[in-house]
């Protein structure tokens, strides 16, 4: 891939809502897991781990936990990414907490971007209730839900939303 192929991956990027009732194929969720571990991770340690849902009655459940955001239970199959806090912690101590989630949430950034150059739409969802989650779907005391991630073939092409321009963003040497 040429670098202009890499950023238009990168710009063109949209997060996707509806689904059409499509499966998606195991060789496919397995390439987007496979982008996800490939994220960078504090001392290479991977604290992250992912949960893969089918079943449509814990679809539900999830989407319920997620303040109701009810296309979580249309997608073909949702990816939970979680922060795994021993992974990290036994090598960082406390500070290993905050390595985790960022390992997490780096290894969502690659999953969606995956997606998208599978030919599939995903969004990234964060507001949910971590607890009702944790219950649903068995997660250890010891880690923490980041992220449900609805995937499948985009039922949608929704416009892309404008960003600030980088330049009220970047602040050279001090802000």
């Not at 499509?22 to 960078?40: F, M, Q, R, T, Y």
Request: aromatic share 8%; with cysteine.
């Amino acid at each position: 891939m040429e670098m202009k192929d890499c950023l238009k991956l990168l710009h063109d990027r949209v997060s996707i809502r509806r689904y059409q009732p499509i499966d998606v194929p195991d060789e496919l969720i397995l390439e987007i897991l496979k982008a996800g571990n490939a994220s960078p991770s504090a001392g290479n340690l991977q604290a992250r781990d992912f949960i893969v849902v089918k079943d449509a009655a814990t679809k539900k459940k999830l989407a319920i936990a997620a303040l109701e955001q009810m296309f979580i239970a249309d997608a073909p199959v949702v990816i939970v990414v979680c922060a795994n806090y021993p992974r990290s912690m036994r090598i960082y101590g406390d500070r290993g907490r905050l390595y985790a989630e960022q390992d997490a949430t780096a290894a969502v950034e690659n999953i969606l971007l995956a997606a998208h150059a599978l030919g599939l739409g995903a969004v990234w969802v964060g507001a949910f209730h971590e607890v009702v989650v944790s219950n649903i779907l068995g997660i250890p005391e010891y880690a923490r839900p980041i992220s449900i991630i609805p995937i499948g073939y985009p039922a949608e092409r929704p416009e892309k939303r404008s960003r600030y321009p980088i330049e009220e963003l970047t602040h050279w040497e001090k802000w």
